[in-house]
């Protein structure tokens, strides 16, 4: 965990203090609506379709035991007992009441958290690859460098009025697991010819109403400069993007306008002002905030006495195939010997995806403390992480986990479902999205057919813009309006990843009811395509003598989830 020191805590108790004034002042009718609309907005309160929702920061998805028990308390105090992980692995509270805002910070500030720059036109969130420090295929520790971004961002006063919101994601590991390019920018830990670690830098990604995939604008870009080739970036944004039509101000509609050639020129130009300037980094200031961030004991401890693979493990999967199956979906791979990273899953059928409960969540954080070190992280797909468990007690951690509803083994599979809250909060959205979740859950919730269709996303967003991923999603679904009824239109052949590519629209849109018997009939299309594909490929391996593709540790590659999606897409 980044623990604050004492600047980060005062500028958010300073914030708090702020805050609370604001709104008495609002309250009392000293505040117009429109004046009082920015601050809130800035402290991440919207109004939705029936009350305010508050979103709290998850800075890079990381939690604290502590931290999960202080959000029980809040839902449980003043909300309606539970609350909603989002894409963005921030929460959101759906029912707080505006006088009681204040309150929440201030209690949020407690545990150093905030909801600072959450909303808003500016930097939002620094999202990353769920697995950060604990993955095998990692060139750097994502969190640290998330961590330097956020301190850049947060209350940067050239960056607190920009064109539109802004995303950035950053992966650490060879394989992107942080969707990197469908961000505004997105950057990929790489390693030069000569051993120099540095990023890959993507702008222009994004999904909502234009979803567009990222430009790479730097094939490597050393360490040190990371800041200023940021800025830069941030700079031509701010100076050209479009300011008289929200949804025309992206910066994925800049670098289309102007040609993702022309767009490097100008950051490259903009940059020549700023290298090697006050904002380059040194290796004393990475130090410094990797000294913030506590270990786990595991990262120092004397390993010999923990094996590749437990071998009371190794006794489990026979003789409980509820554990089996747990074992191969929500267990991952981890780069040190004897443990694992472990996902709870927050897809159980009937729960909307992405809710957990006050009690669910003091129960997880007494889980991270027995079995992860007091840690846990929030993923961009809506699940939960401990990332640090013993492999010998990985069986116990089960059993408490599926006593909670948090052990569904279906990470990867179609019923991990990405799903904004759509038209039962939002007031954006033109459909409801979380009873076509259900629905779907519901019809596909055999799961030895779910482990037969094997690796496939589906996504849903209850609007244009995107909250549920649908343009990235195997199978995307996007809620519509048709003279005042909801209707729902599938894409196809959508990935995340370093493959990215977006989704196809196909046919007509679809009533609700509809919804799950056109995705069996995709389904059982695909698989039967999927079927002569594969009997191809293994006559071919057999004729060549090639071992057949094995799937890496933590789920399929980016290059074959998009073979599946260009299969899906032709089936």
């Known amino acids: 965990m980044y623990l604050y020191d004492e600047i980060d805590q005062r500028i958010v108790n300073e914030r708090v203090a702020q805050f609370r004034d604001q709104t008495r002042r609002f309250l009392a009718g000293k505040l117009t609506e429109d004046e009082f609309r920015a601050l809130r907005l800035q402290n991440g309160l919207y109004i939705q379709r029936y009350a305010p929702m508050l979103r709290v920061s998850i800075p890079y998805g990381l939690l604290s035991s502590t931290q999960l028990r202080k959000l029980a308390h809040i839902a449980r105090t003043y909300d309606r007992g539970y609350g909603h992980f989002s894409t963005r692995q921030n929460i959101q509270f759906n029912w707080p009441r505006l006088e009681d805002v204040p309150e929440i910070l201030a209690e949020l500030a407690q545990v150093q958290m905030h909801a600072i720059q959450t909303s808003g036109n500016c930097v939002r969130n620094i999202t990353t690859d769920h697995f950060a420090g604990v993955a095998r295929d990692e060139i750097v520790d994502a969190f640290v460098w998330c961590e330097i971004i956020r301190q850049w961002s947060a209350f940067n006063p050239e960056f607190a009025y920009l064109p539109r919101k802004f995303k950035i994601a950053v992966s650490g590991s060879l394989q992107d697991r942080a969707a990197t390019l469908v961000h505004d920018i997105g950057l990929h830990a790489a390693v030069s010819a000569s051993g120099e670690v540095g990023f890959r830098v993507v702008v222009g990604g994004g999904l909502g109403r234009t979803p567009m995939i990222g430009h790479v604008v730097r094939e490597f870009l050393p360490w040190r400069h990371l800041l200023t080739y940021l800025d830069a970036i941030l700079r031509v944004y701010n100076r050209y993007g479009r300011r008289d039509n929200k949804h025309k101000a992206r910066i994925k509609i800049l670098v289309k306008a102007l040609g993702p050639e022309a767009f490097t020129e100008q950051v490259e130009a903009e940059w020549a002002h700023l290298e090697g300037g006050p904002g380059t980094l040194v290796i004393e200031e990475v130090e410094r905030i990797e000294r913030r961030f506590t270990r786990p004991d595991h990262l120092r401890a004397d390993h010999a006495s923990l094996h590749a693979v437990d071998a009371g493990l190794e006794a489990h999967p026979g003789a409980e195939p509820g554990f089996s199956a747990w074992y191969r979906r929500n267990v991952h791979a981890h780069k040190v010997r004897g443990y694992a990273a472990v996902t709870l899953s927050v897809k159980k059928t009937g729960v909307p995806p992405g809710d957990v409960t006050a009690e669910q969540m003091d129960a997880i954080a007494d889980i991270a403390d027995r079995y992860s070190f007091g840690e846990l992280r929030v993923t961009h797909e809506q699940n939960l992480v401990l990332a640090d468990v013993r492999q010998s007690e990985l069986h116990a951690l089960w059993r408490e986990a599926r006593a909670l509803g948090l052990a569904t083994p279906n990470?990867?599979?179609?019923?991990?479902?990405?799903?904004?809250?759509?038209?039962?909060?939002?007031?954006?959205?033109?459909?409801?999205?979380?009873?076509?979740?259900?629905?779907?859950?519901?019809?596909?919730?055999?799961?030895?057919?779910?482990?037969?269709?094997?690796?496939?996303?589906?996504?849903?967003?209850?609007?244009?813009?995107?909250?549920?991923?649908?343009?990235?999603?195997?199978?995307?679904?996007?809620?519509?309006?048709?003279?005042?009824?909801?209707?729902?239109?599938?894409?196809?052949?959508?990935?995340?990843?370093?493959?990215?590519?977006?989704?196809?629209?196909?046919?007509?849109?679809?009533?609700?009811?509809?919804?799950?018997?056109?995705?069996?009939?995709?389904?059982?299309?695909?698989?039967?395509?999927?079927?002569?594909?594969?009997?191809?490929?293994?006559?071919?391996?057999?004729?060549?003598?090639?071992?057949?593709?094995?799937?890496?540790?933590?789920g399929p590659s980016d290059k074959e989830s998009s073979r599946r999606s260009r299969h899906l897409a032709a089936a």
């Open 411 to 554: 990470v990867g599979l179609l019923t991990n479902i990405i799903c904004c809250p759509g038209g039962d909060f939002c007031s954006l959205a033109n459909a409801k999205s979380i009873p076509v979740a259900a629905a779907i859950q519901e019809r596909f919730s055999d799961l030895d057919y779910l482990f037969d269709i094997g690796e496939l996303d589906l996504n849903i967003s209850g609007c244009m813009n995107s909250c549920g991923h649908h343009h990235v999603g195997h199978i995307g679904i996007l809620g519509v309006d048709k003279q005042g009824e909801e209707f729902y239109q599938i894409s196809i052949g959508g990935s995340q990843g370093e493959h990215a590519e977006l989704g196809t629209i196909i046919g007509p849109s679809f009533a609700r009811d509809q919804v799950p018997e056109v995705i069996e009939r995709l389904v059982a299309c695909y698989l039967a395509r999927r079927e002569h594909e594969e009997e191809r490929f293994i006559d071919t391996v057999r004729r060549i003598g090639v071992e057949p593709f094995k799937e890496s540790v933590y």
